[in-house]
Structure formats: structure tokens, C-alpha cells
């Protein structure tokens, strides 16, 4: 497993979950790391991503001012903390690299991103 993400739960609407992206067999600061979702009976969309070159940050407007994406470079590890989560966050969220140090143009598609984690699954439910 090169792409392990973790963190997820079931948490009340409002509350908050820092999700972990964890990567081994290779280092993750050569890549740009995107976090997607999918929520049942719909597709995969994109939600953050960070660039490794410069650290710039990408979201999408459903998530921003209440998600953060960061990454530490000497853990191997990014992060995705989420706030004020609301019923339509519930999803299963996965990391994922791009081919490049920066985060696709073509984001918030998948095209360009190619290792996967295997997702967490975040419940918002009261």
C-alpha cells in the first residue's frame, strides 16, 4: 500500500475530523497530493489540493473556509483538517498524488492523479 488514508468517523454536523494521508515507498514531497470524496450514488469530485513546489492550496467553493489541506513533507504525510462539516460532507475521502510537483489545471478532475488510497469513510450524521 503506497497511499494510506485514515481518520475518518461519524461525527454530529458541525463537529470536526482531521483526516492523514500517510504514504510509504516513496516520498511525497516530489508530488502535488489532492483529497477527494465520493458520497454514495455519485462520482468522485475533488475537494483540496496542495501543490508540493510552493505549498499553494486549491479548493472547491462547497469547502472553502472550513477545510484546510496541509502536508508535512518530513513525516510523509499530508493532512486534511475539516470544520463545520455538514450531511452533505458524508462521504469516503481519498488522497491521492499528482504526476507533478503542482496540483493539475485540470483539478477538481481526477486526470493527472495517479496513486490512490484506499479512502476513509466520513459519517456526518446527527
Known amino acids: 500500500v503506497q497511499l494510506q488514508a485514515s481518520g475518518g468517523g461519524l461525527v454530529q454536523p458541525g463537529g470536526s475530523l482531521r483526516l492523514s494521508c500517510a504514504a510509504s515507498?516513496?516520498?511525497?514531497?516530489?508530488?502535488?497530493i489532492g483529497w477527494f470524496r465520493q458520497a454514495p450514488g455519485k462520482g468522485r469530485e475533488g475537494v483540496a489540493c496542495?501543490?508540493?513546489?510552493?505549498?499553494?492550496?486549491f479548493y472547491e467553493d462547497f469547502v472553502r473556509g472550513r477545510f484546510t489541506i496541509s502536508r508535512d513533507n518530513a513525516k510523509n504525510t499530508a493532512y486534511l483538517q475539516m470544520n463545520s462539516l455538514r450531511l452533505e460532507d458524508t462521504a469516503v475521502y481519498y488522497c491521492?498524488?499528482?504526476?507533478?510537483?503542482?496540483?493539475?489545471?485540470?483539478?477538481?478532475?481526477?486526470?493527472?492523479?495517479?496513486?490512490w488510497g484506499q479512502g476513509t469513510l466520513v459519517t456526518v450524521s446527527s
Open positions: 515507498e516513496f516520498a511525497l514531497d516530489r508530488y502535488a
Open positions: 496542495i501543490n508540493s513546489s510552493d505549498g499553494k492550496t
Open positions: 491521492t498524488t499528482s504526476v507533478a510537483p503542482y496540483c493539475p489545471h485540470t483539478f477538481p478532475g481526477t486526470k493527472y492523479f495517479d496513486r
